[in-house]
């Protein structure tokens, strides 16, 4: 029996043109998998979340909750930076986050994910943060959790998605884990369509507005990035710049497509609209995509918090 670590790297999933959502689903299908056991967490607010639900590839969900150990564990800076030594802990600490920082900068990609040098990195940092910080509130918990996810994962076979930040300490502690063979593997249709969304929605100055939102609407989209997600970025183009009613035109479509609502993205535009509509002096009409987006069960925090601001008082641009 085989475990597959596929590794998760959060966020960073958004910035990365050849690791995006999308790449997942490729990888996972390229690996033949029917399924895949998680041990990160795949809340609403996470990348990955919608590409898989968006191909009906079951998820199995064996992360622990580990958020009370997080919370006792940001607590610690506070308590060091009181001390001239914890002081001089934490600026080491600080220094081996940055050397990973610096190894996650090189664009990432399938082979990147799975190499050598990044996951010696991955290991380097937590070797020094433990080395900096003593065993405590800041890295005992990262040692339970570890044993805990090794106990989840005995026995087990399939594909596995884990934070790289786990992978490896995983790969150490279990025989039968192994990282994806992807000599022969590259991103496809689908990554490419993720990553012209991702980008759009993090706008940068320079940016070719126009061509970016050309780009956007003259594509059709798929199951992972539908259409409608991509009114939605091409929207918050208009958004940045100040053209509200085109905005509320590609909001409103998308607002109005068939995508499941189990889906973050759907928060994500009625809150929008709600913000573009209260700009537009459309009151009554943004309270009631505000409050649409409450009544979504997946919706993502940000679009939550968005909406219940919204609610306690109309958005107004910044002028």
């Not at 600080?94 to 920082?101: P, V």
């Not at 943060?129 to 026995?155: F, K, N, Q």
């Not at 070719?208 to 003259?218: G, S």
């Amino acid at each position: 029996m085989t475990l597959v670590l596929l590794p998760d790297v959060g966020d960073l999933l958004r910035l990365s043109p050849a690791y995006n959502g999308a790449t997942l689903v490729e990888i996972a299908r390229f690996l033949n998998a029917s399924e895949v056991l998680s041990v990160t967490p795949l809340d609403a607010d996470h990348p990955a979340r919608d590409a898989f639900l968006a191909v009906n590839l079951p998820v199995h969900d064996l992360a622990p909750d580990w958020r009370w150990a997080e919370a006792e564990a940001d607590r610690l800076p506070e308590f060091l930076s009181q001390y001239p030594q914890g002081k001089e802990r934490l600026r080491d600490a600080g220094r081996q986050e940055a050397a990973l920082r610096d190894a996650l900068s090189v664009p990432l990609s399938p082979s990147r994910v799975r190499s050598a040098d990044l996951l010696a990195a991955v290991k380097a940092y937590h070797d020094g943060v433990r080395d900096a910080l003593g065993e405590g509130p800041g890295t005992a918990h990262r040692e339970r959790r570890l044993t805990l996810l090794a106990e989840i994962l005995g026995g087990r076979s399939g594909v596995v998605f884990a934070a790289l930040d786990d992978v490896p300490d995983l790969l150490e502690r279990l025989e039968e884990a192994t990282l994806p063979d992807l000599a022969t593997f590259t991103p496809g249709e689908a990554s490419r369509l993720r990553a012209l969304a991702d980008r759009a929605l993090r706008l940068e100055e320079g940016d070719d507005f126009d061509a970016l939102v050309a780009a956007l609407l003259r594509e059709e989209g798929d199951a992972i990035t539908p259409k409608a997600e991509l009114q939605y970025a091409a929207a918050n183009v208009y958004f940045a710049v100040g053209d509200l009613t085109s905005a509320r035109e590609l909001l409103e479509s998308a607002a109005h497509a068939t995508v499941d609502a189990r889906r973050s993205v759907v928060g994500l535009i009625l809150a929008r609209l709600g913000q573009v509509r209260d700009a537009l002096g459309d009151r009554d009409l943004a309270k009631r995509a505000y409050q649409a987006v409450q009544a979504l069960t997946a919706a993502p925090t940000v679009a939550r918090e968005t909406a219940a601001q919204g609610l306690k008082a109309p958005f107004q641009l910044d002028v």
